[in-house]
Structures are given as structure tokens and as C-alpha cells.
């Protein structure tokens, strides 16, 4: 078949090239890649190599001629060949769609969209223009264009692609909606028709090739529902929520000191020793009550103030991580929320704690330092807004006033992990600083 | 709740009907002093006398055509055709009068007619006592078609049917008559139009009318216990059809098998399939939807052949089976 000779695009933004001069002539037998003209673009003159190896034929244009890109040029026939082959894939290109249009309308009399007097329905003229097509494109089945017509049109635009492989409507969907071709999969139905598990199964494979983690040997160890409810509530916080993390040192030499007191105090009327844990729920209760945005929670359009204050205490227990709220902690004294804490934290390493234990808190704090950990940050327990991380202490020399003097004093590091959404980063120093000069000050707060 | 039977609810609906709303009356063969060719209208006669209980002649047309009459003066006429065959002989009353008056006078006329019909085989009745011509009757608009399965939805939907200001017909099943369930004694209405879930589940949807839903639901139990999950779905009236109810299952489950007794050319089977494939559920189906209905030929006298020309409980389970298991 004659290969067309088509003007070729130099530039992205080309559209059109002027013929300089044609260096081969009608009847010139030439080569592929051979230059046979010369063309100018708005830059610069180029020369044109053949597309094939062949006679040069059937030149359209001539010098001087300004040829939009990609408009045939000339043919070039194949051994045997002669001009007549020429037209014959010219009119192969005519009976294609779109030439066929403009045939029928020369040829025909009931079919008339011609241009400028389109005869159209309101309903289909409005929905050519919504859809932004050019209207003149649309060839009717009766004399008008219609609604059905403009539809045809549309959904003829992307032609569906049909394939000879058998499978159900659902695996064609589920496959589609994971960009796998069907043609990958071997069907488990009848006569190998594809079904949706088939295709599952080719989803789930892919996932863990992926990661080449499948081909190494591995224990099983299937979730515990608090597992899954910790991994699902950490998830959605951390996917859901901007975390944002402002940490503090703070001196707790008064705090321990105060400690300390209350600790001798309590071993001579044999009540248990006050953690450090429960000193600073003391502190914190008290801060949330001076900065109210922090005890809220984040909801779709607004924003809620919690009038309570109940904080949390994560624990370690045997069955896992659990959050024992202690309620109401703004309104307790010290050794309140001491024997509340141990009770909490001794029934959950039995794993004795109710529903009513765990629920309802507006606030976390999570204490790494009996485990040596400096500091952290932690994830905030939703829908809570914010969470408060507790580090070791470790003795370190500081400056303590602005003399430069250096002390040795027991350091702690808080980091507050507050959720951007609700609280910004303004509010979260406040709420830091209100902690830290609690602990710096104690003995206010612990009457 | 008291335990009664399909038929005893069916009683019930029209003495409660009766007694609440005096233009209320019954109308048909041998529905007085026999009490109806299945004692359904037993006793009512003495009750209500033979102004409200009236016994016609053996003429269908008849019978239809004058309770067509009686509605258009304000009646609420309940008509009964001894079986669901004759009703053939009374279908240019049905069709051409009952279904359209209310059309063809712009709305100045409703026909508020109950039409009774007793159907389906496995009494041993042969061919002209055994039909279930349903499929038939939804073909007519303006036309009601109800076919409860169970004695409370009978009630239910038989106190409805009546208040319905169309023509309804109530296709009632000779085998379920006997049939016993809860129905509360106070005045209820189950709407017309809307479907009931017999049984959910995830694997496969399974709508099927009036004695079918039992076959289908004991099949569905006995799958369960193999962790397959067979929901059923009783359309309880076939005209209008709830057919979201059974789109938006279908989408779940992806699977759809339908079961009638009627014959299966021509049969509403067709109906329900054509309108699921054509609906957004396409997308989610995972098998072919199919469908076991009654074969196409005329019920046999022989009881044996009977059985064989309806479905019964284990085509119904293979059929389940073939489709779950991907094999169809």
C-alpha cells in the first residue's frame, strides 16, 4: 500500500511549515530517510526525510506552499505499485466516520446539518453546550438533531473497549477499579470466566509481591480486638488530625521535693506513695481547666469544649495498651487521684477494668520514663485534642539564674502532641507553660 | 401473639372489614352456606347475612362485573373466584373494565375492588385447578397484584387491599392455607408495594412468591449451617413490584436466583431479572442471574408428575449451590 507523506511537526507549537523546495521529483525512486525536501518553519529551514523506500509519487503541494503539520504531501509507493493505489486509499479514508458525515451531507437531502442553519432541538443544542461539543459534528438519525442523538455522540466519543474474555459484570468492575487488565487473569467460573474472586485474589497477591515481604517465613499472630481497636483509633487520629509537638524541660526539683513530703508523710499513716504520674495529673487537671480548647475534641464543623476534665493514663498491662480515665480530676486533691490511679492501673494488669473505666476521657498523658525514655512524642488519643508525653528524669547541670550558675538539677522532658486543627501552636506553649510552672511551683496546687 | 392459620388471617381481615366498614361485602360461588370451595368464608353468611355474603351464579364475568358495578355506587366489594383458573372466563371485566375506568374517566371513578383468587398446584386438581397465572395479571395497568406467603402478612395485606381505592387482585396459595403463624387480633396494614427480607444474608439473592418463599427459606436454613448465606426476598405484591428492595440486594449479595411456580415462559421471573441486569447492580453481579420456575406444560394429574413440574426444595438448593459455587 503507498505510504502517505506527511509534513512533519519540528516543534511542540508548530503549525504549519512553508515547502522550500522539493529535492526529488515525481518518479524519483528513493530511500528511507533520504532528504527529499526542504521545508521552512518559523525558526528554521529543515530537510525532510522520506518515511520509506519507494517512487515518489503524487506530489500535493508545491514550493512556496504553506502546509499545516501532518497534511499529506505526497505518497510513496511500494514496488508494483502505481498512482491508482493512491486513490484507493483515499477513498478507504473517506468511508471513515467522520468523512462520512460531510459525505452525507452532500449526498443527501434529509440529512442537513449544514454549516450555519444546524437544525437541532433546544434540549440538544443545551446539552451540546453544556458538554461543550461542537454541534456541527453530530450527525442526527432523522432531520433534527435530538437529545439521543447528542447522547449517541457522547458516549461513541470514548468507544468501550470490548473484550473477548469472559467475565462477571462485578470482577470487570473490581478489576477496572484497580487498574488490572482482565487479560492477566485466569478465570475460575465456567469456560474460564473471570469472577470477582478471581480478581481479589489477583489484588491480594500483587499487594504482597510488592514488598517481596511474602517470600520470607513469619509467624502468625492474629489480632486481639484491643490490638485492632488500637491499631484502627491510632490510625484514624494519625491519618485524621495535624499533629503538631511543642516539648519543655522542666526543673522538678520542687515537685519532687514536695513529692517527697507528701511520700513521709503518707508512710507514717501507711497510705501508698504518691507517683510522680499522679503529681502531674494534679497539674494537668488544673492547666485544662485554665485552657479550656485544650480538654476539646475536633468535630466536622465545630469545635467541642468538654466541661469536664477527665484525663486518661495510659498503662502497659500484659493484654496490651489501655487508657484508665480518671474523672473529674480538676475537682480531687492529690492522694484522691493517687489512690484512684493505683486502683485503675492495678485492675488493669488484671485486666479487670469496665467499659466505664476506659470511656469518656478529654485528655492523655503517657508516661515512657519508668522505661528510661528520654523523650517522645505521642499520637494523640482521638477524639481527644491533644496528649501529653512524659520522659524520664535525669539529673543535668543547668543555668539556674542570670548569673550563670550551674546547678545539677532533676530534669523532665514533656512533650504535648496537640492536634493544628483545634490548637494552634500559641495555645499549646500556654498550656505548656501553666504545666511547667506548676510543677515548678507545686505547693499552691497541692493543698 | 395468637397463633392462627393463612386462611383463618385471610377470615379475619375480611370479618374485622367487614364489622369496621359496612360497605364492605363479599360476593362469589358457594361462599355462603358452604363457606367457600376451602371454608374460607365459613360462618360469615350467618353473621352477615345474605345482604354482605351473597352467592352468585356460576359466571365469573358475572361475579366481576358486578362487583365493578357495586364500587362505582360506593361499594367495597370482595369478590371471590373459586379458583385462580376461572378467572379467565371474568379477564375483559379485570382487564378492560377494572383496570382502566379509572383512567378512561380522568380520575372521576376508582373501582375499589378486591378480587380473591386462590392458586397454585399440589393438590392433586390437574390443569384447570392448579395454574398460577399471576405473571398474567401484572401485565395489566391499574391493576394491583398481591400474594402474601405468610398468615401475617395475608392479614395485613388483605386489610390494605380492600381500603386500596384500585382494583387489587389477591392471589392466595391452596398449600398455604393451612399454614400457621403470629397475627396480632388489632387492625394492621402491611403497604402494597413494598417487599419483605424473610431472611438476610450475603451470598445470594433469592426472591420468590407466595409458597416458594418457605421452599425457599427451609433451603435457605439448611444451607446456613454450611456458612452459605442465602438472603430471601418476598416481593408480597407483584404489581406494583418493589424493585429497589431487590436491586440494592442484589448489589450486595451479586448473585440472583428467582423462583415461581408459575410456568417459566412469559413468567414474572423474567420481569425481575430484566430489571435487576438493566439496573446499577449489573456492576456488582458475580454470576448470571437465573431463575427455576414451573415447567412449561400443563399440571398433571399424577401427583408425581405434579411434583416434578414445580420447583421443589431441592432444585431449588442445587440451583443455589451451582450459582454460589461459581459453577453456573
Known amino acids: 500500500m503507498p505510504v502517505p507523506f506527511i509534513m512533519p511537526k519540528f516543534d511542540m507549537d508548530q503549525e504549519k511549515a512553508t515547502i522550500i523546495s522539493w529535492l526529488k521529483h515525481e518518479g524519483d525512486y528513493i530511500n528511507f530517510g533520504e532528504t527529499v525536501l526542504t521545508v521552512e518553519t518559523e525558526k528554521v529551514a529543515i530537510d525532510v526525510p522520506s518515511p520509506a523506500t519507494g517512487t515518489l509519487s503524487k506530489i500535493l503541494y508545491k514550493e512556496g506552499d504553506v502546509v499545516p503539520v501532518t497534511e499529506v504531501i505526497a505518497y510513496v509507493l511500494m514496488d508494483g505499485e502505481s498512482s491508482a493505489d493512491v486513490e484507493a486509499i483515499n477513498s478507504t479514508l473517506q468511508s471513515q466516520p467522520e468523512e462520512d458525515h460531510l459525505n452525507s451531507q452532500e449526498k443527501s437531502t434529509h440529512l442537513t446539518p449544514t454549516t450555519g442553519l444546524i437544525k437541532a432541538t433546544p434540549v440538544a443544542k443545551r446539552m451540546a453546550n453544556e458538554e461543550g461539543l461542537d454541534i456541527s459534528k453530530i450527525s442526527p438519525l432523522g432531520g433534527k438533531i435530538k437529545r439521543a442523538d447528542v447522547e449517541r455522540f457522547l458516549t461513541n466519543k470514548e468507544p468501550i473497549k470490548r473484550v473477548a474474555i469472559p467475565a462477571t459484570p462485578a470482577a470487570r468492575r473490581v478489576a477496572h477499579e484497580n487498574g488490572i487488565d482482565l487479560e492477566t487473569i485466569k478465570g475460575s467460573g465456567p469456560r474460564g470466566r473471570i469472577q470477582q474472586t478471581d480478581v481479589q485474589e489477583i489484588i491480594r497477591s500483587i499487594s504482597s509481591q510488592k514488598t517481596g515481604i511474602n517470600d ?137 477494668l469496665n467499659l466505664e473505666d476506659v470511656r ?57 502532641s496537640a492536634d493544628h486543627r483545634v490548637i494552634d501552636g500559641i495555645v499549646a506553649a500556654r498550656f505548656l507553660n501553666d504545666i511547667v510552672s506548676g510543677i515548678e511551683k507545686p505547693s499552691f496546687l497541692l493543698y | 401473639m395468637p397463633e392462627i392459620s393463612y386462611l383463618e388471617a385471610i377470615r379475619q381481615a375480611l370479618w374485622d372489614e367487614m364489622k369496621r366498614d359496612e360497605r364492605v361485602f363479599l360476593l362469589g360461588e358457594d361462599i355462603g352456606r358452604y363457606g367457600g370451595a376451602f371454608g374460607l368464608t365459613y360462618g360469615m353468611l350467618d353473621e352477615f347475612g345474605p345482604e354482605r355474603v351473597r352467592e352468585t351464579p356460576i359466571s365469573e364475568a358475572t361475579i366481576i362485573a358486578t362487583a365493578i358495578g357495586a364500587s362505582l355506587l360506593g361499594m367495597r366489594p370482595v369478590a371471590e373466584i373459586m379458583f385462580m383458573d376461572f378467572m379467565l372466563l371474568a379477564m375483559d371485566q379485570i382487564a378492560n373494565q377494572a383496570a382502566k375506568m379509572r383512567f378512561m374517566s380522568g380520575g372521576h371513578t376508582t373501582i375499589p375492588i378486591v378480587i380473591r ?108 449451617k454450611e456458612g452459605i448465606e442465602v438472603e430471601v426476598i ?74 416434578a413440574s414445580i420447583p421443589q426444595e431441592f432444585d431449588i438448593e442445587q440451583e443455589i449451590r451451582m450459582l454460589v459455587g461459581g459453577k453456573i
Open chain 1, 216 to 352: 520470607i517465613e513469619s509467624d502468625m499472630l492474629p489480632l486481639t480486638s484491643i490490638q485492632r481497636t488500637i491499631a484502627e483509633r491510632m490510625q484514624l487520629s494519625f491519618h485524621e488530625a495535624p499533629h503538631i509537638a511543642l516539648t519543655v524541660n522542666v526543673d522538678v526539683k520542687d515537685a519532687e521535693e514536695a513529692r517527697n513530703y507528701f511520700n513521709n508523710l503518707a508512710e507514717k499513716q501507711g497510705k501508698p506513695r504518691v507517683t510522680l504520674t499522679a503529681l502531674l495529673v494534679k497539674i494537668v487537671g488544673w492547666a485544662l481547666v485554665r485552657n479550656p480548647l485544650i480538654n476539646s475534641s475536633y468535630y466536622k464543623d465545630s469545635i467541642r469544649l468538654w466541661k469536664v476534665v477527665n484525663i486518661g493514663v495510659a498503662t502497659a498491662t500484659p493484654q496490651g495498651l489501655v487508657v484508665p480515665v480518671i474523672k473529674g480530676a480538676d475537682h480531687m486533691n492529690i492522694s484522691e487521684i493517687n489512690s484512684t490511679l493505683i486502683d485503675l492501673t492495678n485492675r488493669a494488669r488484671e485486666n479487670k
Open chain 1, 360 to 416: 469518656g476521657g478529654t485528655f492523655t498523658i503517657s508516661n515512657l520514663g519508668m522505661f528510661g525514655i528520654d523523650q517522645f512524642r505521642a499520637i494523640i488519643n482521638p477524639p481527644e485534642a491533644a496528649i501529653l508525653a512524659v520522659g524520664r528524669i535525669v539529673r543535668r547541670p543547668i543555668v539556674v539564674d542570670n548569673q550563670d550558675h550551674v546547678e545539677v538539677r532533676p530534669m523532665l522532658t514533656l512533650t504535648l
Open chain 2, 117 to 224: 383468587m386462590p392458586g397454585g398446584s399440589g393438590t392433586g386438581a390437574a390443569a384447570q385447578h392448579s395454574q398460577s397465572l399471576e405473571s398474567i395479571l401484572m401485565h395489566f395497568p391499574g391493576l394491583k397484584v398481591v400474594n402474601p406467603s405468610t398468615p401475617y402478612d395475608a392479614k395485613g395485606l388483605m386489610l390494605a387491599s380492600i381500603r386500596d381505592p384500585n382494583p387489587v387482585c389477591f392471589i392466595e396459595h391452596k398449600l398455604l392455607y393451612k399454614l400457621k403463624g403470629e397475627v396480632p387480633e388489632e387492625d394492621y396494614v402491611i403497604p402494597i408495594g413494598v417487599a419483605d427480607i424473610k431472611r438476610a444474608g450475603r451470598d445470594i439473592t433469592v426472591v420468590a412468591n407466595n409458597i416458594m418463599v418457605n421452599k425457599a427459606l427451609n433451603v435457605a436454613e439448611k444451607l446456613s
Open chain 2, 234 to 307: 418476598d416481593p408480597r405484591t407483584l404489581l406494583p413490584l418493589d424493585t429497589t428492595t431487590i436491586i440494592n440486594s442484589v448489589s450486595r449479595t451479586g448473585r440472583l436466583l428467582v423462583v415461581h411456580e408459575a410456568c417459566q415462559t412469559g413468567g414474572w421471573a423474567g420481569e425481575v431479572i430484566a430489571t435487576v441486569a438493566s439496573s446499577i447492580a449489573f456492576d456488582y453481579m458475580d454470576a448470571p442471574p437465573r431463575r427455576i420456575c414451573g415447567k412449561d406444560i400443563p399440571i398433571p394429574y399424577n401427583r408425581g408428575l405434579e411434583k
